[in-house]
């Protein structure tokens, strides 16, 4: 019997490990599967409405961590974790993403010699001001199999000299949530409670330091969308850190008075699917949302100055316009102006990524 231990922290977190311990737990003749969440998201609106939308069964361990500093947050995690491996020593500690449970639960483990599966592998936007990027590449340095969503993630970790055997190329396990998750997403209520009709207003999300911690970058792409929401209403939930320094840089006056514009709360996952998949332009900054809209086909912008996800861009439907306002209204402004095309879904983003990725952990556990 492998006993697994899968670690989830943040939001972006939760849709990658649902149809993984699903898949675990399938195989229940073979696999013990144990889930621990660190708390580094603890709001209702960013993780327990995941855990019932999504059907996560209830975490076996809570670490409770909390919100603090990178060095405060990572360190407790990994006060806490260690504890848990010493407790429950597992085979495998499974991570997923580049958050700092991510890295947090790897460098544990790693010194304890217990195996890291990462799934989400290889992903590199070769900015290293971007906190997650440092997650990436500590993560991949340290895990024992990697299991990567896309090609171009292949090429990156055997760039960095990882043995090829340790590298899988199993798909976008984002997209099996997706995919299996539209039917119900229908039945969200989402655009009445907003009065939004299908493909005719955009859906915004924004939440990256690099955007919302610098005043007048913030105050720029709130102009920015003060233009767009002239020709397009933009719906628009709110991480709590952008609406924190929405209110610190007294900006909330100026958002507030745009009547193209609808502030929410953080959505569940259902209804924010059924909401950007009736949107007719997506607004991000987010990694998973330039995913979802590719394997969509939704217009995407996303308000960064690179991405780790480049098939999105070469394939699907992602364009990167920076935080600079005039080049986002002007692409958004051409968007409307003239509809860019469906795009393409990229190789193994089929649905069945989760499948491979226990397949892959059974097969090294063998080795
Ligand atoms: C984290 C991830 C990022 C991911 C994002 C999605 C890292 C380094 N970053 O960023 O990759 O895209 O989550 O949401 O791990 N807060 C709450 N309630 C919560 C969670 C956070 O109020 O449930 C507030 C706290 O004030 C906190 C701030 O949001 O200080 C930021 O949270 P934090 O976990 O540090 O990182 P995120 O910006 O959410």
Known sequence: MLKIINVVGARPNFMKIAPVIDEMRRRAARLKPLLVHTGQH????????????????????????????????????????????????????????????????????????????????????????????????????LADLL?????????????????????????????????????????????????????????????????????ATLAGIVEAM???????????????????????????????????????EPLGYLDFLQLYSNSRLVLTDSGGIQEETTALGIPCLTLRRNTERPVTVSLGTNRIVGNDPEVIRREAFAELDHPSPRGRVPELWDGHAAVRIVDAIEEASRS
Do not use: C
Request: aromatic share 6%.
């Open 147 to 215: 299991l990567t969503p896309s090609r171009d993630a292949d090429k990156n970790l055997q760039r960095e000299g990882i043995a090829p055997h340790k590298i899988r190329f199993v798909g976008n396990v984002m997209i099996d949530t997706l995919f299996r998750s539209l039917e119900r997403a229908k039945q969200s209520t989402v655009l009445a409670r907003f009065k939004a009709r299908p493909g005719e207003f955009a859906a915004m999300t924004m939440h990256r330091p690099s955007n919302v911690d610098d005043r």
């Open 42 to 141: 603890y709001d209702e609106a960013m993780s327990e409405s995941f855990f019932t939308d999504l059907g996560i069964p209830h975490p076996d361990i809570n670490l409770e961590v909390g919100s603090a500093s990178h060095a405060e947050q990572t360190a407790r995690i990994m006060i806490a974790f260690e504890q848990v491996l010493l407790d429950e020593r597992p085979d495998w500690v499974v991570v997923v993403g580049d958050v700092n449970s991510t890295m947090a639960a790897t460098l544990v483990a790693a010194k304890m010699a217990i195996r890291v599966a990462h799934i989400e592998a290889g992903l590199r936007s070769r900015d290293q001001q971007m906190p997650e990027e440092i997650n990436r590449l500590v993560t991949d340095a």
């Open 226 to 264: 003060a233009a767009i929401q002239e020709r397009l209403p933009i719906i628009f939930p709110v991480h709590p850190r952008t609406r924190a320094r929405l209110e610190e840089f007294g900006l909330m006056e100026r958002v507030r008075q745009m009547q193209g514009l609808t502030l929410a």
